[in-house]
Antibody, heavy 114, light 107 residues
Framework: EVQLVESGGGLIQPGGSLRLSCAAS????????MSWVRQAPGKGLEWVSV???????YYADSVKGRFTISRDNSENTLYLQMSSLRAEDTAVYYC????????WGQGTLVTVSS | DIQMTQSPSSLSASVGDRVTITCRAS??????LAWFQQKPGKAPKSLLY???TLQSGVPSKFSGSGSGTDFTLTISSLQPEDIATYYC?????????FGPGTKVDIK
């Protein structure tokens, strides 16, 4: 059974850094494109980033240069390193399998506030 | 970047009604379009991809059509469990983008 479990969210001050994790089971992160999507409170979905099997990465303009997507094949885990965090980065962050977002985790809440 | 729009932004329909949601891309995206359902307080769920391919396990009352810039999602017979917000997303070119969502409820 495919399962994705995000962790690492929490309250962080503006300008701070945070690393989100997404533990996968039932498939390998190395064998699939993997994505991050976020949703600000009461708002719609916003695509954040994707990493393809060959390692190529892409980012939304709003996070480019501040966020880095990566994976650890031995841990079967996807990561999102977030730095220079802003209030507008406050959201539930979801990881998903594939660039077509076939399966989603339950999300982890990141709150950027002083 | 490709902009996605959806109409209507919300709708209210009766149980058993046929419901259609429209999604439009600001430029042609072939059939690289997906639809998602998000129920309140839950993670989104994949319904269709490649504009019309039903995701495994999704009931056949959901269907999708379109190509290029204009797409539709149809629920053939609305049921109470279909109350949700529906999003389209293009994955033709980076950065991928979502539509703003269509909120569906029961009249």
């Amino acid at each position: 059974e495919v399962q994705l479990v995000e962790s690492g969210g929490g309250l962080i001050q503006p300008g701070g850094s945070l690393r989100l994790s997404c533990a996968a089971s039932g498939f390998t992160v190395s064998g699939n494109p993997m994505s991050w999507v976020r949703q600000a409170p009461g708002k719609g979905l916003e695509w954040v980033s994707v990493i393809y099997t060959g390692g190529t990465t892409y980012y939304a303009d709003s996070v480019k240069g501040r966020f880095t997507i990566s994976r650890d094949n031995s841990e079967n885990t996807l990561y999102l390193q977030m730095s220079s965090l802003r209030a507008e980065d406050t959201a539930v962050y979801y990881c998903a399998r594939d660039h077509r977002l076939f399966y989603w985790g339950q999300g982890t809440l990141v709150t950027v506030s002083s | 970047d490709i902009q996605m729009t959806q109409s209507p932004s919300s709708l209210s329909a009766s149980v058993g009604d046929r419901v259609t949601i429209t999604c439009r891309a600001s430029q042609g995206i072939g059939v690289y379009l997906a639809w998602f359902q998000q129920k309140p307080g839950k993670a989104p769920k994949s319904l269709l991809y490649a504009a019309s391919t039903l995701q495994s396990g999704v009931p056949s009352k959901f269907s999708g059509s379109g190509s290029g810039t204009d797409f539709t999602l149809t629920i053939s017979s609305l049921q109470p469990e279909d109350i949700a917000t529906y999003y389209c997303q293009q994955y033709d070119s980076h950065p991928f983008t979502f539509g703003p969502g269509t909120k569906v409820d029961i009249k």
